[in-house]
C-alpha cells in the first residue's frame, strides 16, 4: 500500500501585519479602510502549516503512480490572492484550489467554513481516507479559530487537532501529534491515521527560502486556477455588529532617559511588589 | 425565552473544575437572571461528582457525562459529549469556557444542533437582548456583536470573569456527591482512532510560562544581540532572566524574533520555545503587569500585550515603539546592568524577610 497523503492547506490572506488598520463601515458592513490596496500575506498560521505539509509531503512522497499532494484552498478576492501566490508560491509546491470571495475577518467564520467544505469536496483525485486538513488554528483576522474544525465536521473528520506543533508519522500511516495546551504544555495524542484536521499553531519549521523554479512550476497551474475561481457568497447567519471600533487604549508613557541602573533596578522591584 | 447551558469540563485530575473552568458559571448565573432564563450546567467528567458539588447551588438543573472515555480531551468524544449534554437541554444559548479542551469541539458541536459560535468573547451585555464582545485582527479592533439565530455558542475567554465559588456549592458537597449518578446521561461513543498519551513540557528544565504569574516578563531580541564589548553575552542574559523568573515569580514571554533565532542556528536562549512567543503569531496572556526588556515594542509584538494592565519597558532606543503610547514607563537603560540589579535587590529583599 502506498502511504501517499492528501494534505489539503485552508489559508486566507491577511493585511501584512505591520499595517495600520482602521475600521470602516460599508453596505456589507464592517471593513477594514483601504482593505483591498493594503500589502497582504499568507495567514501567518495557516503558512506554518503549508510548510509543515510540504515537509510531510516531503517525508511521504508516495509512489509515481500515488504521489503524496498538497492543495492550497483559499478564499479571497481572485486579484488579492493573485498578488500574494507571487511570493507563496516560492515556497512550496502545491495546487491552488481559489475561491473568490470576500477579503477580511468580519464575514461569519460558518458560512466561510460551507463555502470551503464545498471547494475541498470537489477536488479532482482527492481521496477522503488519505486526507489530512491542514490550517491554522486561528487566523490573523476573524482569529476565532473554528473556520477549520466546521470544515472538518462538515466533511465528516472524527479526529481533530487545534494548536499542533508537531506530526510524527508512523510506519503504519498512525501520527503522534503534539497540540498546545494551558500552562505552556503540549497534550500528546496518538491517532490511527488519516483523514484527521490538524489546525496549527508554530510548528518548528522556519519560513523555506524562496525557490524560483517551484515558484515557475507552481505559477503554470495557480493562473489558470485563479481564472477558472467560482464566486462565493457568504450567508450572514444572523450576525449582526452592534459597533465596530478601535481601542481607546492609549498610554501616556514616562520615558526615562537619565535615570541610573540603580535607580530603575529600585523603581521596578517597588512596581513589582506593589499591588 | 431564552434558556442557558453552560458547558465545562474538569480538568487533568478528570474530576475538579479549576477556576477558569469555574468563569463560565458566573457568566451564565449572571446571563440567566437578565434574561430572566431557564440556567443548566453541563459537566463532561471522568467523574463528575467533586465537580458536580463546586457548581451545585448555582443552577437549579445540574447534567454531567462521566466516564473513563472522558477523561482524554479528545475530539470525538468530548463532542459527543457536548452534544448530548445540548441535546437533552436544548438551549437557546450555551455558554463554556474557551479552554484548549473545549475551543478543539465546540464549533463542531454547534453545527450538530444546527448552531452558531462566536469566541474569544471577553464581555456580555445588551439592555434588550444578548451582545456579545470579541477582538478582531488579533486584538488590534474591538467589536460588539449579536446573532438572532439560536443556539448560540458563545466560548468565554479565561480571565473575564470571576470564577463561580457560591458558599451552598461547599454546603451541598456530600448531598450532591450520592446524586452524581442521577444527572448523568448516557452518551454513544463513535469509533475513537485517537488516543491522549500525556502532556508533554517543552525540554528547557524549569517551566517558564505560569499563567497565574502576576507579571509576565518578556526578553526581547536584544538580549543575544552584541554588547557594548563587541560581544555576545547569551548565557549571561539565560542566567539573568532565569534567577529573575526564580524571584519574582513570573512568567517568560518572548518576541518572535528571539524564538525565531533558534530556527536560524543562532545563539539562543535555550528555555525558550515558540510557546512563549507572545504577539501576531503568539499568545495574548493576561497577567495585571507586564515588563519588556531588549524588545522593540513593535505593532506584531504588541498585540500580544492587550490585556496586560501595567506596562513597563526597558530598552537601550529611546524612540522604540513602547515610547509611543504601548508602554506607561519606558526606561532607557541597559537591561543587562537593571536585571543584575534587580536581582540584586529581590535577593536581598527576600533574604531579609
Known sequence: MSNALHIVVCAGIVPDPLQTLEPTTGPNGPGIKNEMVLPAVLDPWAASALYEAANLAAKCPGSPQSPSKIWLVSLAPKAKLQQVMMSVAQKVSFELVPVDGPIGGFPDAQATAAVLADAIAAIPGLEHERMLLFGGWESATRGAGVTLELVGERLGIADQFQGVDQIELREDGSFEVLERVEGGKHQVSVCAGAPAVLGWATGNLAEPRNNPQVGMANMRSIMPALQKAKTAALEANGLRYVSVSLPKQQRETRVEKNMSEEEIAREIVEWIGAE | ?353
Open chain 2, 1 to 353: 425565552m431564552e434558556s442557558v447551558l453552560v458547558l465545562t469540563h474538569a480538568d487533568e485530575s478528570g474530576s475538579a473544575l479549576t477556576k477558569g473552568l469555574l468563569e463560565a458559571v458566573t457568566a451564565g448565573r449572571e446571563l440567566a437572571m437578565r434574561l430572566g432564563a431557564e440556567l443548566t450546567i453541563g459537566i463532561v467528567a471522568k467523574h463528575a461528582t467533586s465537580a458536580a458539588a463546586q457548581v451545585a447551588g448555582a443552577a437549579k438543573r445540574l447534567l454531567a457525562v462521566q466516564g473513563e472515555a472522558f477523561a482524554q480531551a479528545r475530539f470525538a468524544s468530548d463532542a459527543a459529549a457536548c452534544e448530548a449534554l445540548c441535546r437533552a437541554v436544548m438551549p437557546t444559548i450555551v455558554l463554556a469556557p474557551q479552554s484548549s479542551r473545549f475551543a478543539r469541539v465546540m464549533a463542531a458541536v454547534a453545527h450538530r444542533l444546527g448552531g452558531f459560535i462566536d469566541t474569544h468573547i471577553t464581555a456580555i451585555g445588551g439592555t434588550d437582548g444578548v451582545e456579545a464582545m470579541r477582538w478582531f485582527y488579533r486584538q488590534r479592533i474591538e467589536a460588539v456583536v449579536s446573532r438572532e439565530k439560536r443556539p448560540w455558542f458563545l466560548l468565554l475567554d479565561l480571565g473575564t470573569n470571576s470564577a463561580y465559588a457560591g458558599a451552598e456549592a461547599h454546603a451541598a458537597l456530600e448531598g450532591e456527591a450520592a446524586q452524581a449518578d442521577e444527572i448523568s446521561i448516557a452518551v454513544e461513543l463513535p469509533a475513537l482512532r485517537t488516543q491522549v498519551i500525556g502532556m508533554r513540557a517543552p525540554n528547557q528544565g524549569a517551566q517558564t510560562i505560569r499563567p497565574d504569574a502576576k507579571l509576565l516578563f518578556v526578553a526581547g531580541a536584544g538580549w543575544t544581540k552584541k554588547q557594548p564589548d563587541g560581544q555576545v553575552h547569551v548565557e549571561e542574559a539565560g542566567e539573568l532572566i532565569l534567577k529573575f523568573l526564580g524571584a519574582s515569580g513570573a512568567s517568560l514571554g518572548s518576541s518572535k524574533s528571539l524564538v525565531d533565532q533558534g530556527g536560524e542556528g543562532n545563539s539562543v536562549l535555550p528555555f525558550l520555545s515558540h510557546l512563549n512567543q507572545v504577539g501576531q503569531t503568539g499568545s495574548t496572556p493576561r497577567h495585571a503587569k507586564g515588563l519588556s526588556t531588549c524588545c522593540h515594542g513593535e505593532e506584531p509584538h504588541v498585540v500580544g500585550w492587550r490585556f496586560i494592565g501595567e506596562r513597563r519597558a526597558v530598552n537601550l532606543d529611546p524612540n522604540c515603539g513602547w515610547t509611543r503610547g504601548k508602554a506607561d514607563v519606558v526606561y532607557v537603560a541597559d537591561a543587562f546592568q537593571v536585571m543584575a540589579r534587580v536581582n540584586a535587590l529581590l535577593e536581598e529583599t527576600a533574604s531579609s524577610s
